[in-house]
């Protein structure tokens, strides 16, 4: 029964840390994308 009881603790704090790495992923990549594009204006 106490497993029944953990396990959305779990769930949850799993997606908690899935969504702060997905956060810091997806803002590593617009940086990325906005250094880039800098870059590419610049050439162009």
């Known amino acids: 029964m106490r497993l029944a009881?953990?396990?959305?603790?779990?769930?949850?704090?799993?997606?908690?840390?899935?969504?702060g790495y997905v956060d810091n992923y997806l803002r590593l990549v617009t940086t990325t994308l906005c250094t880039i594009d800098q870059k590419v204006t610049i050439y162009l």
Do not use: D, G, Y
Not at 5 to 19: D, E, G, Q, T, Y
């Open 5 to 19: 009881w953990s396990l959305p603790n779990v769930i949850n704090r799993l997606a908690h840390i899935i969504s």
